[in-house]
């Protein structure tokens, strides 16, 4: 080949290679260079943004009284999150470890020794110890606090602090009830001298436990804010979280209309509504963001009056209003035939200790005899009186057909609805005659609650001092077993039956609306645990 051939060859390949390179440094980078770093800062800048705050919405027809276990006779649901207690109660309702981590009894039987945790504080930084159980337990028997609770920790002899985390819980007699009891939201542990320190500020404005939520704030008869407690590491060994809830805050909200909180519920207002009132339930069930809920329910509705005042101090005519009560219609009518006819002063769903004969001891419905025993009271042109119950609709439409059933016997009533708050302060003042009241506890101390005499004059609303019952009360409340103690209360129904203490209505069943926003849902028989692992989805 000639030499000039060669350098021929040897240029062009050279501008071939100018050229190449020359292209290459002109070229735009890859479309997804830019966008990748792009992606990559827009993620840098979502985790430093806070995640959106998850604010769970509850409905409730009633407000709190106040935000004090000890001295409450109504016990909001923001007292089950915001304090703990020694012994906690799993779903199938079987007593495991709290603040307690363990305990053990003496032979005889009077002395419980229990080991609390050594990792638990109050919301204000405070150790938990066994100074603040003693406080607790000490102040609830003290007869100046005036505690409702009092009388179901009778049993209590003494506390006694071994040392920082042991107390000796030392009993009068043996007491097969101490753990329900010191289960109970009733027995949430408070910090010592809580009193002293905030007096009359504690419970409205200030309110401290060791529960997994705080709280924020409480505007009466509007809502109760709790804020979760990212100190909380001590949830009880049957929750699948144990840690600090998932969710941020609880609102509570106070709607009385029952048809305000259906609205509120599907439009997504509020997230759980507990306690559906049964004539909105066939509507609920058809809006698909929505589940129900059912369940047995530990409540009973009923007919109250003051025994101790004319002419309720004649059994011939608390067994009259007994006889005038429609019970069945009332199921069929005011509860669309959700729920059961209560024949006796405790649902059937405690098993153990209700009265099987209730029904055939009960008061049927027969309202010529009702006006038979009103008559040989001295009344055979009937009464007038006063029916007073809160203003949900559920009480008011129950009191207008308890009106019109009383009416067909020569009992003439003025309907008094108030709310909540107000309705207590009536009952405290005694200045109830016939009165609506329902009540949820699934123990068969809840008689000891309301009729010992030690509990006038409230929340014994019924007014009821009698020696035979008290009596009785305590004979089984003090029974050595549990089978015993359950006879016991059987026989305190019998006596409450025959006396017509009070007029048992209706046994309702438990009934939660849900909407598809909160997950992970658990249908606890008695307290409903917000921090157990629930969740909520936030768009």
């Not at 007699?173 to 009891?181: G, I, S, T, V």
């Not at 006596?495 to 046994?507: D, F, G, K, S, T």
Request: a negative charge; aromatic letters at 12%; glycine letters at 6%.
């Amino acid at each position: 080949m000639k030499w000039w051939c060669i350098k021929k060859a040897y240029l062009i390949l050279v501008l071939l290679l100018i050229l190449t390179v020359s292209l290459a440094g002109c070229a735009k980078p890859p479309q997804n260079s830019e966008s990748s770093a792009q992606q990559a800062q827009k993620e840098d800048l979502q985790k430093q943004q806070p995640e959106k705050e998850k604010v769970l919405v509850l409905g409730y027809d009633r407000d709190a009284e106040i935000l004090d276990t000890i001295k409450t006779a109504w016990y909001s649901d923001a007292l089950i999150y915001i304090y703990d207690r020694l012994v906690s109660r799993d779903y199938d309702f079987k007593y495991k470890p709290g603040l307690a981590e363990s305990w053990e009894t003496s032979e005889d039987g009077l002395t419980w020794t229990f080991h609390l945790r050594k990792d638990v504080k109050f919301h204000d930084g405070k150790p938990f110890k066994a100074e603040d159980v003693k406080w607790t337990i000490d102040t609830i028997k003290n007869p100046d606090t005036g505690s409702p609770f009092r009388g179901d920790l009778e049993a209590i002899k003494e506390v006694i602090v071994k040392d920082d985390y042991t107390v000796d819980i030392v009993l009068n007699y043996p007491f097969p009830n101490l753990l329900f009891n010191l289960s109970n939201t009733a027995a949430g542990i408070q910090e010592k001298d809580v009193y002293t320190k905030y007096d009359d500020d504690y419970g409205t404005k200030v309110v401290i436990g060791t529960g997994p939520y705080k709280f924020k704030e409480w505007i009466k008869g509007d809502r109760i804010v709790l804020e979760k407690n990212p100190d909380y590491n001590w949830g009880p060994e049957w929750m699948s979280n144990r840690g600090p809830a998932l969710i941020d805050k609880i609102v509570l909200r106070v709607i009385p209309d029952e048809n305000a909180r259906m609205m509120e519920l599907e439009t997504g207002g509020i997230h759980i509504l507990r306690d559906v009132p049964e004539t909105y339930l066939e509507r609920l069930e058809k809006v698909p963001e929505i589940t129900i809920y059912k369940g047995p329910a530990t409540k009973l509705g009923y007919l109250a009056y003051p025994t101790d005042k004319k002419p309720f101090t004649d059994v011939r005519v608390r067994r009259a209003i007994n006889y005038a009560i429609n019970r069945d219609d009332i199921i069929q009518y005011v509860f669309r035939g959700i729920g059961q006819t209560a024949y006796g002063y405790l649902p059937p769903a405690l098993k153990d200790e209700y009265l099987e004969e209730s029904k055939d001891l009960a008061y049927k419905y027969d309202p010529e005899k009702a006006k038979q025993l009103l008559a040989e009271a001295g009344y055979p042109n009937g009464l007038k009186l006063t029916l007073s119950a809160d203003n949900s609709s559920k009480s008011t439409k129950l009191a207008q057909v308890l009106q019109n059933q009383l009416k067909q016997v020569g009992i003439e009533t003025d309907i008094r609805l108030y709310d909540s708050s107000s309705y207590t302060a009536m009952l405290k003042e005694g200045k109830q005659e016939l009165f609506l009241r329902e009540y949820s506890w699934p123990n068969a101390d809840i008689l000891d609650w309301f009729l010992l005499s030690s509990q006038f004059p409230y929340p014994n609303h019924s007014r009821w001092k009698d020696k035979t019952t008290d009596e009785l009360i305590k004979k089984a409340s003090r029974m050595p077993t549990w089978e015993e103690r359950a006879q016991g209360y059987k026989d305190v129904q019998k006596y409450l039956i025959e006396q017509a203490v009070w007029c048992p209505i209706y046994v309702p069943e438990k009934i939660f609306a849900v909407r598809k926003e909160v997950l992970n849902f658990k249908f606890h028989p008695w307290m409903l645990m917000f921090n157990d692992g629930f969740d909520l989805k936030v768009e």
